[in-house]
């Protein structure tokens, strides 16, 4: 393989990824400034998750990760400590996500 072949498979290796994407919506009682999404691999043991990405959004926000085919859980969470969480598959097509912040019930 010559250098030009190298630096051409390096540059399309973001072609491979997909994408996970969303929106975040929020209820009228978490409405609050700061809101964050977070990806991680979806294990059932909290030892073995890991975090991959995070990305602040505004509220009513988009967001997108490119991930490589796999199980994931997807968090949004923020100050007023509203949240939720999705599990999601990847498999040979993009996932679109709309994640509403509610308050959670005691």
Not at 1 to 18: G, Q, T
Not at 22 to 30: I, P, T
Not at 50 to 69: D, K, M, N, Q
Request: glycine content about 6%.
């Amino acid at each position: 393989m010559n250098h030009l072949s190298i630096i051409l498979f390096l540059l399309s290796a973001p072609a491979f990824a997909l994408g996970i994407r969303g929106r975040v919506q929020v209820d009228e009682s978490c409405r609050a400034g700061k809101t964050m999404v977070w990806l991680s691999k979806n294990e059932s043991e909290f030892a073995k998750k890991e975090l991959l990405l995070h990305t602040a959004v505004p509220e009513r926000g988009t967001f997108e990760f490119y991930v490589l085919p796999g199980d994931y859980l997807v968090a949004v969470s923020n100050e007023k400590g509203c949240s939720e969480q999705r599990a999601v598959r990847v498999g040979d097509k993009d996932v679109l996500l709309e994640l509403q912040l509610r308050e959670k019930k005691p």
